[in-house]
Every structure is written in C-alpha cells, then in structure tokens.
C-alpha cells in the first residue's frame, strides 16, 4: 500500500508537479542562451547603433530643412530686403583681351575716360548713348555678343550696359543704366568728386519680387545727388523728371520687345537691322554672327509672348506700344514745352528717347510713326542728340 502511494506521488510529481516545472525552467534558460550567442547579442548592439545614427540623420535634416525655410525665408515672402552686396569692385587694369570696336569722339576729342560694354540696340544701352551723345562726353564701345558675351567674361555681372569709368585708382564699373545716367550726372555736375565716391550714393539691393524670385536693384537710382531742389519749382521739376524716368524703365521699355518680335519674320528681320548697326559682320565672325541673327531672333521672338503675357499686353501688342508713345506725346504737351524739360531735355526725354531709339530701324517703330503723334518729338530730340 505505501508502495503504490509512493508511486502515485512520483508520477504526479513526474507529470505536472514542481519537478517539471524546474525542468522546463532550465530548459528555457537553455533555448533562451542558445538564440542569443554572442554573434547575435552584437548583431543586436549593432542594429541599436544603426538606429541610433538613423534617427541622429532624421533629426538632422529635419533640424536643417527648417533652418533652410527660414533662411531662405524671402522666397515666401515677396518685398523681403535681403542685405546682399553686389557693388563690382575696382578694376586696377583693364583685361587684355578687350577689343574696343569703336570710338565716339566730339569736339576733336583724342582721349577717353569711359568704356562702353553693350548690344547696339538694347533700350537699356541706347539710353546711356543718347546721355552721353547728348552732352558730347568722349567713349568707347566694345560691342558684347548676346549669345556668347565673351566680351564680358572678365566681370561677375552678366548684363549690359556696363560702363567703366577711369579713376585714380583703376577703373570703376557702373552697372544698370539709369544708375550710370544718374551717376555720371552728378559727377559731370562737380568732379571734384571722385567716380568711386558716388558711386556709393547707389548702393545696390538684393529683394524678393512678387513672383518669389529673387533680383537686384540699386537704391537712389532716379536722384542726381548735387540737384539743387532749394525751391517748390526746381523740386516739382525734379519730381517730374524722376517720374516719367521711372515710366521709362518700368512701362515703356516692356512693350518693346513683343512688338519688336511679333513674328519670326518681324524678329529675323530686326536682328538683321541690328546686326548693321552693330557692324557685326566686322566685329564677329561669320558662324558668330549667324548665331547671333538666327538664334538670337528665334530665342526672343519665344521670349516676346511670355513678356506680353506677363506685362498684360493688348493682344494686338501695337496697340499697346501706340498707346504709351502718346502717354508721352500728351504729357509732354501738357508740360508746355518743346520737351518733357521744357526748352531743352532733360533726363526723362533722354531716357525714353533712348529706349524709342532702339527699336527705329523695326517695322514695329514704322508703325508707329505712322499711327501716333510721336514723330515731332522724336525729331526734335534726334537734332539735339546727334
């Protein structure tokens, strides 16, 4: 009988009773010990680092990308001012590769202080020339190929006009053309000034158009900084002057180019007309200027319709240009004078007479003579320039 109760003990105690338990206990301590050498406990160390440097990265750029929309902020936010320099430093020599293609001398005239870097037709250019002609200021030019622009490898500045002046010191670059008309106006005005000392009344500024896009402008531009504004008269002349300089810049010259490349043809044959005021067949070689007539039309005859998009142009474009040529020709009228200056030009003349003549050997500008009033202005001008 204690025989059988001992037995019955054993194999309760055998089957599911704290002996088992023991056992299984090992056991898992076991099979847990096998799953984990020490291979798979550094595999597992080493995805922790994985992670660990994963998630440094992720915070990294998310840290970055933050910190790269706030300081790229401006580009949300159109009329930020972004305080970037971009005045071209002194040029103590001249590059020696600079060819200059033509000298405009008056009153026999031997020597020049200005360079002239420019396309012969850009409104922007013939604005300068018209300043510089009209005052009978000695220049040189070295004509730039638009395609290329070689002629300005030397400069950071990829547009023209750029204008050098001499000074002590070497030779001061003068960028955007209403700043150099301005600017070469006060210095002709006293040259007790040195170029390079005006030349900081405009300094230049980086900003955010309404479109988002970043661009340059130069603060001052419009202001002769030795006018004499001392009574009501000559400030409302001032004024008057700045204002219809600004409508030049930011109006008229808009309505040049679609109406200047209307068609392919119209392009082809303005680039022509460009290609002899310019003398390019003498300035470039022939596959340049080949390049320069072909390429160069086609590529503005496409830019033309995204500028007559953007500046909201009449669908017949020609409408549009005869309609701010006799804004001018009425506001000139209304001013009493033969000229926007009265007796004799003064800065607002030149500046639109400039930006007309750019375009005078067009169909666009024949068209124009023939269907507003322009003409006796534009002569007028055209006798006291040349």
């Keep these: 009988m204690a025989l059988r109760v001992a037995v019955a003990r054993l194999q309760k105690t055998v089957s599911g009773g704290p002996f088992l338990l023991r056992i299984n206990n090992q056991f898992s301590r076991m099979k847990h010990f096998n799953n984990e050498s020490p291979l798979a406990k550094h595999a597992k160390k080493r995805t922790s680092s994985v992670r660990l440097i994963g998630g440094g990265l992720a915070i990294g750029v998310a840290v970055g990308a933050v910190y790269s929309y706030f300081s790229d902020s401006e580009r949300k936010l159109p009329g930020s001012i972004i305080n970037t320099p971009t005045k071209l430093p ?118 955010v158009d309404v479109d988002g896009k970043r661009k340059t402008d130069i603060m001052n531009k419009y202001f002769i900084m030795n006018e004499d504004e001392s009574d009501k008269s000559k400030r409302l002349n001032s004024e008057n002057e700045r204002k219809w300089r600004k409508w030049s810049d930011e109006t008229l010259v808009h309505s040049l180019s679609p109406n200047a490349y209307r068609t392919l043809s119209e392009a082809i044959d303005s680039f022509k007309w460009f290609s002899i005021v310019g003398e390019w067949e003498k300035n470039f070689p022939i596959w340049e200027t080949s390049l320069m007539v072909y390429g160069g039309a086609f590529m503005m005859w496409l830019i033309s319709k995204k500028l007559k998009k953007k500046y909201m142009l009449k669908d017949d474009v020609r409408q549009s240009l005869y309609e701010e040529c006799n804004t001018w020709v009425k506001a000139v009228e209304q001013n009493g004078g033969t000229f926007m200056g009265g007796n004799k030009p003064n800065l607002a003349d030149l500046a639109v007479y400039g930006t007309l003549s750019s375009i005078e050997g067009c169909m666009a500008f024949k068209d124009v003579q023939e269907n507003t009033k322009i003409n006796v202005w534009f002569n007028n001008m055209k006798k006291v320039i040349l």
């Design 90 to 207: 002194i040029m103590k020599t001249l590059p020696s590769e600079l060819k200059v293609t033509r000298k405009v001398r008056h009153n026999n005239d031997e020597y020049s202080d200005l360079i002239l870097f420019q396309y012969p037709t850009c409104p922007f250019c013939c604005k300068v020339r018209a300043f510089l002609d009209y005052l009978k200021v000695p220049y040189d030019i070295i004509e730039v190929d638009p395609m290329l622009k070689q002629q300005i490898s030397w400069s950071d500045y990829k547009k023209v006009p750029i204008l050098l002046v001499k000074s002590n010191n070497g030779y001061q670059p003068l960028t955007d053309s209403t700043m150099i008309v301005s600017a070469l106006a006060t210095y002709l005005k006293d040259k007790t000034f040195n170029i390079e000392d005006i030349a900081n009344f405009y300094p230049s500024m980086a900003y």
